[in-house]
């Protein structure tokens, strides 16, 4: 019970972040066409499940039971797997770590068959916070979007920017992608305008006031309140923040 109140009084901080409308001189983000098929544009449809931190995989290594075995993906992102080493594994695809395990194994065996499979899913959620009406975790269901997960928060406030909704997705132990999706567009038909599938562990946040400046919502809003986030958000524990990206939905 005292972890629950914790992490939601640190979420309820966090929604709290004000933010202003920034003018820096950092380029901004391009738009996107729907008919753009480039890989930023492809980030915004569903994917082949991609490991998560908790998920549970067996590793199955043909005609060598010591090096079979089920591992869990550990809160850094990564498993130890025998006679393969340390793996970072948060992010890929069973198929993307099979090969990378059968690389590794190459030092020990000649051909190793290797399959790995997905045992156990974690649980999983994603975050809403910022101007909705109930901000805070939210289970996580295949195939979600941003205007499910608002939707699931009781729906945005008065208050909140629709026409500038951010999401913020960790790709890697450093590594973060930012996507600003016009949500208003998408609830009012106003323009052709493509939902954006989520994946667990995102963060949507509905802001007070228009970010024109996405580099200077990282700076304010995630920077500053890094530990929060490493603390107490599932998914972002042992992240630092190196690099990021920053893509425009249509």
Same mark, same amino acid.
């Given at each position: 019970?005292?972890?629950?109140?914790?992490?939601?009084?640190?979420?309820?901080?966090?929604?709290?972040?004000?933010?202003?409308? /920034?003018?820096?001189? *950092?380029?901004? %983000?391009?738009?996107?066409?729907?008919?753009?098929?480039?890989?930023?544009?492809?980030?915004?449809?569903?994917?082949?499940? #991609?490991?998560?931190?908790?998920?549970?995989?067996?590793?199955?290594?043909?005609?060598?039971?010591?090096?079979?075995? $089920?591992?869990?993906?550990?809160?850094?992102?990564?498993?130890?797997?025998?006679?393969? /080493?340390?793996?970072?594994?948060?992010?890929?695809?069973?198929?993307?770590?099979?090969? *990378?395990?059968?690389?590794?194994?190459?030092?020990?065996?000649?051909? %190793?068959?290797?399959?790995?499979?997905?045992?156990?899913?974690?649980?999983?959620?994603?975050?809403?916070?910022?101007?909705?009406?109930?901000?805070?975790? #939210?289970?996580?269901?295949?195939?979600?979007?941003?205007?499910?997960?608002?939707?699931?928060?009781?729906?945005?406030?008065?208050?909140?920017?629709?026409?500038?909704?951010?999401?913020?997705?960790?790709?890697?132990?450093?590594?973060?992608?930012?996507?600003?999706?016009?949500?208003?567009?998408?609830?009012?038909?106003?323009?052709?305008? #493509?939902?954006?599938?989520?994946?667990?562990? +995102?963060?949507?946040?509905?802001? #007070?006031?228009?970010?024109?400046?996405?580099?200077?919502?990282?700076?304010?809003?995630?920077?500053?309140?890094?530990?929060?986030?490493?603390?107490?958000?599932?998914?972002?524990? $042992?992240? *630092?923040?190196? +690099?990021?990206?920053?893509?425009?939905?249509?």
């Amino acid at each position: 019970m005292q972890r629950i109140l914790g992490t939601t009084a640190v979420l309820l901080v966090l929604t709290g972040v004000q933010l202003g409308c /920034g003018s820096g001189g *950092h380029p901004q %983000p391009g738009p996107l066409s729907v008919a753009d098929r480039s890989p930023a544009a492809e980030r915004a449809l569903p994917e082949a499940y #991609r490991l998560h931190v908790g998920d549970e995989i067996y590793i199955l290594v043909l005609e060598n039971d010591d090096l079979s075995r $089920t591992v869990k993906v550990q809160p850094d992102g990564k498993i130890t797997a025998p006679g393969a /080493g340390e793996l970072h594994v948060a992010g890929k695809t069973v198929g993307e770590v099979a090969e *990378h395990l059968r690389s590794n194994l190459r030092r020990l065996l000649r051909y %190793p068959d290797v399959s790995v499979m997905l045992s156990d899913y974690a649980e999983q959620q994603i975050y809403v916070l910022g101007e909705v009406k109930q901000p805070g975790a #939210r289970p996580y269901v295949p195939a979600m979007t941003t205007l499910h997960a608002v939707g699931a928060a009781a729906g945005p406030l008065p208050s909140g920017k629709m026409s500038t909704v951010i999401i913020l997705r960790r790709s890697g132990p450093s590594d973060m992608d930012v996507y600003r999706v016009n949500l208003k567009a998408a609830m009012d038909g106003s323009v052709t305008t #493509r939902d954006f599938f989520l994946q667990p562990y +995102d963060v949507v946040y509905v802001p #007070r006031t228009i970010i024109a400046e996405v580099n200077l919502f990282v700076d304010q809003f995630v920077r500053k309140n890094l530990v929060a986030f490493t603390a107490y958000i599932e998914g972002w524990k $042992t992240f *630092h923040l190196g +690099d990021w990206r920053s893509y425009e939905v249509p």
